[in-house]
């Protein structure tokens, strides 16, 4: 029988674009948490579309500060999913030029996907997701950098 691929993240070696502690510091715990929770692994699809407010938390809970976001595949195809502050939350602050909104950043290479995606097992597609909320989560700690996922 073939071996089970097998899913890790990696840190990044440079900031997510734009990172700024001060707007990260915006961002309630609980509200990441619950956001990353409302990833599955349709939202990883390589062919999917961007989607803003993923699980719609900001309809069902305007003051959340927090959404979950799938944003223009990368350069190479990777998925990009995306932590950022919402508007009810800057209302506290001015940004800077330079600031942007996202405090947690996760890529999915598109052969990671298709690897759980033509898995015979159901249970690697839930590994895959249940290592990209962590990368999200650990991402969002990392004070700006982003997280890849890796096989292996």
């Known amino acids: 029988m073939a071996k089970l691929p097998h899913f890790s993240s990696e840190k990044g070696s440079s900031k997510i674009r734009g990172f700024s502690q001060r707007v990260r510091n915006l961002a309630k715990e609980t509200d990441i948490r619950s956001v990353v929770s409302a990833l599955s692994f349709g939202h990883i699809d390589p062919?999917?579309?961007?989607?803003?407010?993923?699980?719609?938390?900001?309809?069902?809970?305007?003051?959340?500060?927090?959404?979950?976001?799938?944003?223009?595949?990368?350069?190479?195809?990777?998925v990009n999913l995306q932590v950022q502050v919402n508007a009810s939350a800057m209302t506290r602050i001015r940004l800077?030029?330079?600031?942007?909104?996202?405090?947690?950043?996760?890529?999915?290479?598109?052969?990671?996907?298709?690897?759980?995606?033509?898995?015979?097992?159901?249970?690697?597609?839930?590994?895959?997701?249940?290592?990209?909320?962590?990368?999200?989560?650990?991402?969002?700690?990392s004070h700006g950098f982003p997280y890849r996922i890796v096989e292996g």
């Open 47 to 78: 062919l999917g579309r961007e989607i803003t407010d993923i699980g719609n938390f900001q309809r069902r809970r305007p003051d959340v500060s927090v959404r979950l976001d799938r944003q223009a595949n990368a350069t190479d195809g990777s």
């Open 96 to 141: 800077k030029e330079a600031e942007g909104t996202t405090v947690a950043q996760v890529l999915v290479p598109r052969r990671i996907y298709r690897a759980a995606f033509s898995s015979h097992e159901r249970n690697v597609r839930t590994h895959l997701e249940n290592v990209v909320r962590s990368a999200l989560l650990q991402s969002s700690k």
